[in-house]
Every structure is written in structure tokens, then in C-alpha cells.
């Protein structure tokens, strides 16, 4: 069958959240096809999509991306053939990757049959929030996004984030941050919930839907309380954070730069395996010499939103509109190149 390559690698890549990078369930780092849809699953996200090729079977997924990606045919030609899936492109060109016949893979999860409008602000929320959920497994709360009716927050004991906005759910939940990370990308618009999911639907018919969990997640209420001094955060430091991050984001689980503040300046700092970057701003600050770590994405979000604070002794807060951000302050020096 013939079809467009770009429609077709456009429908899958939107379903790679249910992927398992390592496969810890049997064809959980497959493409599975089956009427008319691709489907993944990873035991936590489970997403399904219509898709543009009439097979059945599991594919594995990174040789067939990475195949499609790397062609630049406008059609390309797909068929099956003595257990592979076969690309054709042109009349010079073709590849064939493993293909099991047999789906052992679950994708027949409980699907909801009402559907709720969420608000058009919830990928911006979940997009500020997700960056502060932690990453220490022993903790297991505290590595999720907590969504209740009036707001979304995350914790990871030494920052939060909370964005007010109404969420259609029956009863407060837990998603794993990284399972909902991914829908700040996929213009969801729709959610619902079953026994053990949460479903999230997009207007071209993606359907993601996260394991959700219903353990206690403690009352962050008493950290948004922050009485100090007014400073303004300058506007130069979203800037700062996007070249900090180039060596940041070298490691994914300290993704974070350093800000320190003095009297007078504030200075952003991110180090990396290959390198570092620095850079000090004019600052309205006038206390004692403090210091906090935050994602540099999350740095470029409150400082593009909202650049003033309050900055009490050991707790820095900024009031972003719909979203209030606190991180806890340490007054020890911190090692710069001035």
C-alpha cells in the first residue's frame, strides 16, 4: 500500500510516550498495529492512534523512526512479506525490519465512554508544573504530578509549583511526571477518567492515557505562605537559562542551574560534563547572600511570565498570575567566576 511518509511517521511518533525505551514487557518497545490504529504501551502510558497503513503485528519501533525519518520521499510503499514489514521507496530502494505477527503486547486497557473538555490552559500548567516533581524513586509521591479539580502541583521537598485552573476529575490523583510530561506537546483537549487511567484525547485522535495512583500527597498549602522582601527577578535571565541548559541538559537528572543572589546582582550559573556558563545581572536584591537550584525550562517560564518575587529568609516565591512558584533558600556561597 501506498501512503504519504510524512503522514505516516507523524502518526507514529505521536504514540512514542508508550514506548519503553528498554523492553520491559514483552513488544513494550514495539509499534503494534491493529485495525487501522498503532498502539504502545509501557505499563504506565498507553497511546493509540489511527494510522494510515492497514497492518497487524509488532514492529519495532527505532529502526522503522529512524528509517522514515532519514528518507525524503514524498510516498513510500508498505507491505508484509515472510514476517517483515518492507519500505519501499522509489524503485532503488527498500528495508525490512522484523516483524512479529503474533501482539502479546496489552492494549486493551479499560477506555471511558464520556469525555470532558479540559481548560485551554492545561498544557502551559502541566508544562510549569511537571519541572518540579522529584526524582528520587524511595519517594514516590513526590516523583508525581498531583491534579485535583481546582489545581495541578507538583514537590520535590525543596521547590513546588502550583497553576490554578479547573480540571473536569472525579477525585485528586497522582500521575507519574514522567508519563505526563509528555502531553505539554500534544494539544490535548479532551480527558476522562476509568478505574486504573487517566485519558487524555487530542482533536486528530490521539488517545494517551497515564496510570494514575492514589496515594496521600501532603498539603503543600503551608509552603505557598512567603512573607519577605519584594525584588524583581531581571528579564535577562530566561536568556541566561537557555544557554545555561546547553550544558545542563547534558545530564538529565541534574538538570538544574544554580542562582545566586547578592546585593545589588544576581548571578545564573549551569555546569555540565563539557563545559559551564555564567552570567550576572543588575538585581533589586539588597539582603544577605543567597542561593537556590532550579530547572533552567522552569527559569525561562516564570521569568518570560512574571519577574517579580518575594524573598523571605530561607523561601523565595513568585506569584506568576495562575501559578505560584517556592523554592527554599540556602545562604551558603556559592563558587563563581567573577
Known sequence: MRVKREDLLRQLESVQPGLSPKEIIEQSSSFVFKDGYVHTYNDEVACKQKVSVNLHGAVQAKPLLEVLRKLNDDEITIETKDSELVVKAGKRRSTGIRMDNEIVLTIDIDMPKKWKSLPDDFSDAVGIVQHC????????ALTCVHISEDFIEACDNAQMTRFNTSIPVKKDCLIRRDSIKHLTALDMSEIAESDDWIHFRNPSGLIMSCRRFMEKYEKLDPFLKVKGEKATLPKGLAEAADIAQVFTQEDADHDEVSVVLKK?????R???VSGWFQETAKSTYKGKNLQFLISPKLLIEITSKHNDCIIAKEALRVDGGKFTYVTSLSQEKEKTDD
Request: no cysteine.
Open 133 to 140: 516533581a522529584g526524582k528520587d524513586a524511595s519517594k514516590f
Open 270 to 272: 549551569g555546569e555540565g
Open 264 to 268: 545589588g546582582k544576581i548571578t545564573i
